[in-house]
């Protein structure tokens, strides 16, 4: 079965400085989809960035963006120039479509707790 | 474009009660999905559904849950008999045909049994 680890369970950043954050993942798939969502404290869950596991490019959504690393299955996460609405949890997801049952459910891991301080 | 729509946000039961959680899909989205949020958790695959078909739903609880999504109107989410352990928060998600991996998320129900 797919698992999603992220083991950070709370970070800090200072106001206008970047963050990192970690995420791993387990799966004998070579097809699939790593997502990062952001919960804050409304509870809205949005989409932040979306990577494929075939595309050898990190994506990038503003001061979003991911270092994706197929062999070691780690997709961590950087925030730069940090703002105050940043400040959420964050959760990396998984998905392999097309790849039998079960594959069109998201797997989350439990979530970092990011804080910015101003 | 609308984003996902669910209702109500809040809802409370008392145990015992029958709880109807409502999503409407983002236009164009043929594929629901329905997760459950425990607190200090993250989300839970419950159901996958598409017009009028259960595609899969490996995640309901075997008793006093059920989903549709019918022809015309929303995908309902339906627990019978709530218990305190129901208390939750409820996403709908929902995926354009040509994109099924990627999933937008409503706004969450947030359910509270008493």
């Known amino acids: 079965a797919q698992t999603v680890t992220q083991s950070q369970p709370e970070m800090s950043v200072q106001e206008a400085e970047t963050v990192t954050l970690s995420c791993t993942y387990d799966t004998s798939e070579s097809d699939y989809y790593l997502f990062w969502y952001k919960q804050p404290p409304s509870r809205q869950m949005i989409l932040v960035i979306r990577?494929?596991?075939?595309?050898?490019q990190n994506a990038t959504e503003n001061r979003f963006s991911v270092n994706f690393q197929k062999a070691a299955k780690s997709f961590s996460l950087k925030i730069s120039d940090s703002q105050l609405g940043d400040a959420a949890m964050y959760f990396c997801?998984?998905?392999?479509?097309?790849?039998?049952?079960?594959?069109?459910?998201?797997?989350f891991g439990k979530g970092t707790k990011l804080s910015v301080i101003p | 474009n609308a984003g996902v729509m669910q209702n109500p946000r809040h809802l409370v039961r008392r145990r015992g009660q029958e709880a109807r959680l409502r999503c409407s899909p983002m236009?164009?989205?043929?594929?629901v999905y329905w997760y459950r949020q425990l607190p200090e958790e993250g989300l839970k695959f419950m159901v996958y559904l598409q017009k009028e078909n259960i595609i899969d739903e490996s995640g309901m609880p075997k008793e006093r849950f059920s989903a549709e999504f019918p022809k015309e109107g929303p995908s309902i989410l339906r627990i019978q008999q709530v218990v305190r352990g129901d208390s939750a928060a409820y996403f709908c998600?929902?995926?354009?045909?040509?994109?099924?991996?990627?999933?937008?998320f409503g706004p969450g129900t947030r359910l509270l049994v008493l």
């Open positions: 990577q494929e596991a075939y595309k050898q």
């Open positions: 236009k164009g989205h043929s594929h």
């Open positions: 997801a998984y998905i392999a479509p097309y790849s039998g049952a079960g594959s069109y459910q998201l797997t």
């Open positions: 998600a929902s995926s354009p045909p040509s994109s099924i991996e990627t999933q937008y």
